[in-house]
């Protein structure tokens, strides 16, 4: 694989990684949103990664962002009859965010994100001690 390839098979995953970063704090962020812009509780966002093979090789791929998926499961129904958004028996509707799961993730990406910033780093080094070698 050349160093272009492998390049750019990092930086594909340093994106990809950044939109999961992006979803969980999101994610996090609106872990309490009864009503959003359309009126409904806001619902929590998955990336959907795929997989692009790399021309010529056979192996390694590039990662992207296919779609952001939207939960649509109903929410968590809990009874706070104060609340603006209760209906006539008192329930609200929260989103169905965990917010142990959402900082699973962000330490997740995180990780898979410094991992490809090495990978980078790496690349980069070793490309300088090519140059090196052929002054």
Same mark, same amino acid.
């Given at each position: 694989m050349d160093f272009l390839s492998a390049l750019r098979i990092s #930086?594909? #995953?340093l994106s990809a990684e950044r939109a999961r970063v992006n979803a969980a704090s999101s994610n996090l962020a609106n872990a309490e949103t009864t009503r959003g812009p359309d009126g409904e509780p +806001?619902?929590?966002?998955?990336?959907v990664f795929e997989s692009i093979p790399v021309e010529g090789h056979e192996g390694p791929a590039e990662v992207r962002v296919a779609e952001l998926k939207a939960d649509e499961g109903p929410g968590k129904r809990v009874y706070l009859p104060g609340h603006p958004d209760a209906d006539a028996? #008192?329930?609200?509707?929260?989103?169905?965010?965990?917010?142990i799961h959402e900082?699973?993730?962000?330490?997740?990406?995180?990780?898979? +994100?410094? &991992?490809? &910033?090495?990978a980078v780093d790496t690349l980069k080094t070793m490309a300088q001690r090519a140059l090196d070698i052929a002054r």
């Open positions: #930086g594909s #995953g +806001y619902k929590r966002i998955d990336p028996t #008192g329930f609200v509707t929260l989103p169905d965010v965990n917010p900082v699973v993730n962000l330490m997740s990406a995180s990780r898979s +994100y410094d &991992a490809n &910033a090495t």
